[in-house]
Nanobody, 124 residues
Framework: QLQLVESGGGLVQPGGSLRLSCAAS???????IGWFRQAPGKEREGVSCISSSGGSTNYADSVKGRSTISRDNAKNTVYLQIISLKPEDTAIYYC??????????????????WGQGTQVTVSS
């Protein structure tokens, strides 16, 4: 069972930036990882994903152009950087093991195992 722990969330001003981390145990080797988020009263939505090699990435339209997903397998960590944050980005952000990285997979909320989430609040 892959264990995932998210961190890096917090309260930021609109227009600010955050770098979220997803730390995995025992290893990230050969695992594709997706990021998802859920705002209060709303359904969970896919945000981004990265393939096991890091060679393929996908982004939802809501964050495309503002986000970068990356991974460092030596550190067993996947990162999601979001710039130009908007109030609409306020949500709990989760990372999850997925079968492979595709837009269809993150839209389908197809996580195999999940972290506990980290809260992102964008407000002035």
């Amino acid at each position: 069972q892959l264990q995932l722990v998210e961190s890096g969330g917090g309260l930021v001003q609109p227009g600010g930036s955050l770098r979220l981390s997803c730390a995995a145990s025992p290893t990230l080797e050969h695992y594709a990882i997706g990021w998802f988020r859920q705002a209060p009263g709303k359904e969970r939505e896919g945000v981004s994903c990265i393939s096991s090699s890091g060679g393929s990435t996908n982004y939802a339209d809501s964050v495309k152009g503002r986000s970068t997903i990356s991974r460092d397998n030596a550190k067993n960590t996947v990162y999601l950087q979001i710039i130009s944050l908007k109030p609409e980005d306020t949500a709990i952000y989760y990372c999850a093991q997925i079968v492979y990285c595709s837009l269809a997979n993150i839209q389908a909320i197809s996580g195999i195992s999940w972290g506990q989430g980290t809260q992102v609040t964008v407000s002035s």
